[in-house]
């Protein structure tokens, strides 16, 4: 029942994408207003069928129909509900059903915005290219990703069940929808980007048509990589949150070309500059979430985060390669109608540090990749296994970082077009000031290290600067002047400076050691002591668990374990974490005891301001709703002839 149901929506799904496609295509082709409004009907067919084959496979997965293939791979009669519904997106083929059913909710979501101008080309190539992308992932779950493949023979009673490493936290409920709804997010940006080529309505106004999906697209992406900072930290048990692991670059890819994209599609907005190249970030951060995909799901790496070896990986490999050679060349094709009508008065103005920040965002990206797929490249040439690890990623990465928090810092304070000198040191000698005096607090503190020590002082310079224009926007406009992109975007700067400061600290300034310990014997690290109490076993239906009682400063009672699973070959930790605004006291039960009342291995690390880390996360998503309302606008100060947006003029107040 389960696989017949899903099998005919999963095709259905495919046949609605196909005939979609080919409706909007013959519409656009034959100018017909009336078979563009009719091909309406297929995404909601597409939306239809992602949803029951959902539906269906939650089902099985929920049912413990061991006739599928997925279900009997994935999971288990003891296996908690929790990780019974999660069990969809932690193997291959149910990461690709997750994909579609997201697909199909974006391309939802755009036909009912735009129901109003389904007649128009714009909007009829934009979903064109949607039913495209949707056809292409639900042809993957026809051939070799097929979810609701039946076993044939003697059906097996139960199944392993989900990797243990996905059954031992709930962040796994979160953290990989949100960076699907990042990832897919963003095709809807590219699908408008592709109609705005080939319509040759090449100016600002698909910018504005996107501005918002590309937010979104940007912030889910953004808490789905915090999240799964936070899930690597709560369970891998190495105390670290972010290792420059290939599958963790995956993600991070797009984010660095699309935060570039959002800052210089607003030089585009205001100035009418940078057209080209807004497009090629565009088609970038798109293709990137492709080639993401064909790294987590064709085999290719190793990784605790890829999927197995499959046969997809071809089938993506060469989407990615369409996808590349389709945006390349039309942007080629339109090369004469994206001359920009701006230019740059002087590099000392505000579009000039958008254009710097996006050289920067480009390095960055240039450094991941190349770190990321040179040692794929090596092994497909002469069969080298090579390996890039984190010196190579901290060593080529902080330069860029710190100039970046710089830029973050001067950029708000920067009108368009040219700044004085005068304007300059009035606008920046508070922020200034504040950095200066952050890093005189550290080292009378007894903070040492040029590293951290710069980081801490830039971030309170960027961090400072934000807060100013949030004062004076606040100032004039009261608390509404606090919406809008400008001064959204203020607000995910300083969540970016909480997590540059926490990163910086906890890189610099951790403490690790393992101690052997017997019960009622304690140790100190860090100005901090841990307590041994005692281990004993506990039985779970899915896992059996030794666990330790440490109590830590003489107060709570934590709890690291190390489980075994029953189809899992070695034992899996689960850390416990003593967690405060401060520091954190991160406890791992390394070797467990021998005999009753025997020594165990306790590692502990101490780490500071971890917490922030989340914090940071949190203020950036707030910030991104807040970027996404309408705020006030202003009256245009530039001439007519140029594209002006709703104005993100610095709301400045005279001196005074």
Known sequence: MNALLGQSAVLLGFLAALTGAGTMAFGLAKGRAAILRGGRIYVWLLLGAALVAVLAMQRALITHDFSLKYVADNNSTTTPLLFCITGMWSALEGSILLWSLVLAGYTASVAHRFKNRQADPMVGWALLVMFVVAAFFFGLMLGPANPFKQLSGVLPTDGPGPNPLLQNHPLVAFHPPMLYLGYVGFTVPFAFAVAALVTGRVGEGWLVETRRWTLFAWGFLTVGIVLGAWWSYEVLGWGGYWAWDPVENASFLPWLTGTAFIHSVMVQERRGMLRVWNLSLLLATFSLTILGTFLTRSGVLDSVHAFTESPIGPAILTFFAVIVAVGVGLIGWRGDRLRSPGTMDSPVSREGAFLANNMLFAAFAFVVLLGTV???????????????????????????????????????????????????????????????????????????????????????????????????????????????????????????????????????YGHRHQFRLAEGESARLAGHTVTYLGAKQVDHPNKKSIVADVRVDGGRVFRPALNKFPFANDAIGTPSVRTTGVDDVYLTLVTPPREPGGTVVIGVIVQPLIMWLWVGGGIMAVGTLMAALPGRRRRPTAPASEPVPVAEEEPELAPA
């Open 374 to 508: 040179f040692p794929l490249i090596a092994e497909a040439l002469n069969g080298d296994r090579l390996s890039v690890g984190r010196p190579y990623f901290d060593r080529m990465t902080r330069p860029i970082g710190f100039t970046l928090l710089f830029l973050m810092a001067v950029a708000p304070a920067l009108p368009w077009r040219k700044a004085g000198s005068e304007l300059l040191r009035h606008r920046l000698q508070w922020p200034l000031t504040v950095a200066a005096s952050t890093v005189v607090l550290c080292v009378a503190f007894g903070l040492r290290g040029a590293a951290p020590l710069l980081a801490f002082g830039l971030g309170a310079f960027a961090a400072a600067g934000a807060g100013r224009q949030l004062l004076l926007s606040t100032r004039r406009q009261g608390l509404h002047g606090l919406f809008g992109r400008a001064n959204g975007g203020m607000v995910v700067h300083v969540g970016v400076v909480v997590i540059a400061v926490a990163f910086a600290a906890s890189s610099s």
